[in-house]
């Protein structure tokens, strides 16, 4: 299966964080994120599908990146499947 997405980010000065919509071929709405970042640390949230959070860190050398999923609390089964991850920047 061949996923394909277009991620806008943006920077919102009043909330200081960046909202985003995904626009993908597995959704056939907008999806909406908000990244929350500070310093290496990094908070992605949804309300979709009842809301999730990724939490995740930059490492030191900012050649990494790892986290993880989570549904929000009770709403684990409303198609948000919690999963960790680790990228690694590619030059």
Known sequence: MKIQSL???YYDPESD???SLVYSNLAGIPIPYRYDVKGKDVVITTDLGGGAKMTGKISEDGNTFSGGWRQ??????AGNVAYDFVGTRIK
């Open 7 to 9: 991620e806008l980010i």
């Open 17 to 19: 964080t960046f909202p």
């Open 72 to 77: 929000n609390p009770g709403k684990e089964d």
